[in-house]
């Protein structure tokens, strides 16, 4: 009964910005920690950036500087705003969500990813 939506992907030239956004929906009580993922062709998912109810985030050096976590909890949204792409950021991007339902039970979804294209 939740559902998790991911926008904002699209083309874009190397030096861009693009922010990506992440819609938790349906039977929620309350959301633990939130997460971006990514999958290039040929390569493992990997984690992009991640945050916390109560505020904290985790960056890998890859786009430390760069990416930007961020939530809206009144509305149950994820942001991951993206400056200075380059074409290695190219990939599926994933939202991953983590917390409890209103029956009480804990979920951990994801949704079904956003293309992002870095290239000139």
């Known amino acids: 009964q939740v559902q998790v939506v991911e926008s904002g992907g699209g083309l874009v030239q190397p030096g861009g910005s693009l922010r990506l956004s992440c819609a938790a929906s349906?039977?929620?009580?309350?959301?633990?920690?939130m997460a971006w993922y990514r999958q290039a062709p040929g390569k493992q998912r990997e984690l992009v950036a991640s945050i916390t109810s109560g505020g904290g985030t985790n960056y890998p050096d890859s786009v430390k500087g760069r990416f930007t976590i961020s939530t809206d909890y009144a509305k149950n949204t994820l942001y991951l705003q993206m400056n200075s792409l380059k074409p290695e950021d190219t990939a599926v991007y994933y939202c991953?969500?983590?917390?409890?339902?209103?029956?009480?039970?804990?979920?951990?979804?994801w949704g079904q990813g956003t293309q992002v294209t870095v290239s000139s």
């Open positions: 991953n969500t983590l917390g409890r339902r209103s029956d009480g039970f804990r979920f951990d979804y």
């Open positions: 349906g039977s929620i009580s309350s959301i633990y920690a």
